[in-house]
């Protein structure tokens, strides 16, 4: 385990958990004073009431929880979000309505779920060529369906 420090922004939230003991995200919870309307084709930023603090060898990643889409068509707009380990700011999620119908989010709902991450620096040598391969600069759909 990789110890991640947790700040609640206000005494009345309450503390995201795993829900099973094989759960690889903790599941995140609105933090709102009043319930949200998610219109269809619409997004919103939605607050968890919580700060994180963790290692810079980490990245959190938010990701939409499958009830939630399956059941209601309700996803995390910019999939997987990236919290940095260098932020201490709120963490807010962007919820996006797929579906045709409203979607009410009230005050402690479980909304996406968070999943530490390791991370891996890139070092970047620039470069004139690039060595070849099969695909080349083959893009979208260039392999097949």
Known sequence: MVKVLLKKLDPSVE???YKTDGASGIDL???IKKPINLKPYTSCLIPTGISLAFSDEFEIQIRPRSGLAAKNNISVLNTPGTIDSDYRGEIKVILFNHGSNDFLISNKDR???MVLTPVIKMNLEETDDLPNTVRGEDGFGSTGK
Request: glycine share 0%; net charge neutral; charged share 0%.
């Open 29 to 31: 919870m609105a933090f």
């Open 111 to 113: 909304i996406a779920q």
């Open 15 to 17: 503390l995201p958990s």
